[in-house]
């Protein structure tokens, strides 16, 4: 070999390495939605949401008013993705305004509707392995493990992030809740009084977001505020500097 091919074929194995690494980075980044906030990110393996997995987010014990801050956490999340959102349900009663003040527009959300629950699986699992979507929403009242573990399945073949608002029309559905599923993730989000202001005045809104299990990670409390125009939650500073909050309560910039 002359030197001159061996010159050319290091230069070209050396730009092979670096396009593998530029790829292989650009593959990580695609893997996972990352709240932004490395402490959070922390408890999450691969650093964020992953893609490919189904994602259960439910509200706590103070009825539609956690509800509606679990479906606009939910709301927030599928706002930072990119591409259209399906989002499936029985009852279309979402306030869709406040979906939009936190930056899920309607011109990007495709509703399928369901007379009842098992028309809702079935359409979140046949979206879920369309793929090319940002996200895919279900409201449901029960996940059982083996519906859970399909619809895991669907979401890993389209590398489609699934998102699960679980909603219950009675109290006592929520029991249901703490049944093992295949879901990556689990959250309880509940609502908190609002933000002190200096003035006069209703603060931002305030939430409890508690990472119940999370696969291969631990899970977490955090105090953060609502979703802005962009779907991210910000640092509650009025709990910041609380030595009884150190550790538990951060935000996304």
């Excluded at 695609?30 to 490919?52: H, M, N, T, W």
């Excluded at 977001?209 to 991210?232: H, K, N, P, S, T």
Aim: aromatic share 6%.
């Amino acid at each position: 070999m002359t030197p001159a091919v061996a010159t050319s074929n290091a230069v070209l194995d050396e730009l092979r390495e670096k396009i593998a690494n530029l790829e292989g980075a650009r593959s990580r980044q695609r893997s996972v939605l990352p709240f932004g906030v490395s402490e959070i990110d922390a408890q999450l393996p691969g650093g964020g949401l992953a893609y490919g997995a189904l994602h259960e987010v439910a509200g706590g014990g103070n009825g539609a008013i956690d509800g509606a801050a679990a479906a606009l956490f939910v709301g927030g999340i599928a706002a930072r993705t990119t591409g259209k959102v399906v989002w499936c349900l029985t009852r279309f009663d979402l306030f869709f305004p406040a979906f939009a003040q936190i930056g899920l527009h309607p011109d990007r959300v495709i509703f399928v509707e369901g007379d009842k629950e098992e028309t809702v699986l079935a359409s979140f699992e046949e979206a879920l392995r369309y793929g090319g979507l940002g996200a895919v929403v279900a409201e449901l009242v029960r996940l059982p493990m083996t519906a859970s573990r399909r619809l895991q399945l669907a979401a890993e073949k389209s590398r489609t992030l699934g998102l699960v608002v679980r909603r219950w029309r009675r109290q006592t559905e929520a029991s249901d809740f703490g049944m093992p599923t295949a879901a990556a993730t689990r959250w309880r989000i509940s609502a908190l009084p609002s933000e002190p202001l200096p003035v006069a005045g209703v603060g931002r809104a305030r939430w409890l977001a508690e990472l119940m299990r999370v696969r291969a990670g631990e899970g977490g409390e955090f105090i953060i505020g609502a979703c802005d125009g962009q779907g991210r939650i910000c640092l509650s500073s009025d709990t910041a500097d609380r030595p009884d909050q150190a550790g538990r309560s951060f935000a996304i910039r």
